[in-house]
């Protein structure tokens, strides 16, 4: 069955990095671009961006600043979210999810990032 | 960017009773390109619904949607005890990708 399975929790302080890894498995890790959803804390869901699996070519949403950078390690069907200079407002949890065409149609469990001093 | 208005905030309903929601895009969505999700406390969201109509691999039937242009709905025929959860909205007939800020469905 499809799978995602999400790197656990981090707690970092502000200006540190964070690299979330999903690794996936029972379907072909080519054929579906990955997806990354943020959720605010009580907040609704933001697409973040998408990365071509094929190509590693990333797509981020134009709110997205340059601190945050997709890549894959397609010899381990596992597909990354680094954020850099963290800052408290990036405090959420961070979902990675399947693509189907552009509707999301697996989903990780999650990760939460904490941001704070 | 599409914004998306999900309402009401909040419906609450007894097991058993049909739910209504709905979901309003700020443009036409071609192709009907509107999907629905549905999140329970601390999990990932569900795909429920794309293309506005057509439902996900094991979804229930008593799931359905309908609706194209601008103005959507999602229905649940009848409320099982399993269906409570916030449920949201997402089009992808324009990028960026945008999601509705849910609605809440609650026991009554």
């Known amino acids: 069955q499809v799978e995602l399975v999400q790197s656990g929790s981090e707690l970092k302080k502000p200006g540190a990095s964070v690299k979330v890894s999903c690794k996936t498995s029972g379907y072909t890790f080519t054929n579906h671009p990955l997806i990354w959803v943020r959720q605010a804390p009580g907040q609704g869901l933001e697409w973040m961006g998408s990365?071509?699996?094929?190509?590693?070519?990333?797509t981020y949403a134009g709110g997205l600043t340059g601190r945050f950078g997709f890549s894959l390690d397609t010899s381990v069907s596992t597909a990354y979210l680094q954020i850099n200079d963290l800052k408290a407002e990036d405090t959420a949890l961070y979902f990675c999810?399947?693509?189907?065409?552009?509707?999301?149609?697996?989903w990780g469990q999650g990760t939460i990032v904490t941001v704070s001093s | 960017e599409i914004v998306l208005t999900q309402s009401p905030g909040t419906l609450s309903l007894s097991p058993g009773q049909r739910a209504t929601l709905s979901c309003r895009a700020s443009q036409s969505l071609s192709n009907s390109y509107l999907a629905w999700y549905q999140q329970k406390p601390g999990q990932a969201p569900r795909l429920l619904i794309f293309g506005a109509s057509s439902r996900a691999t094991g979804i229930p039937g008593r799931f359905g949607g309908s609706g194209s242009g601008t103005d959507f709905t999602l229905t649940i025929s009848r409320l099982e005890p399993e269906d409570f959860a916030v449920y949201y909205c997402q089009q992808y007939s324009w990028s960026p990708l945008t999601f509705g800020g849910g609605t809440k469905v609650e026991i009554k």
């Open positions: 990365i071509n699996t094929n190509t590693g070519n990333p």
């Open positions: 999810a399947r693509g189907y065409g552009n509707v999301f149609d697996a």
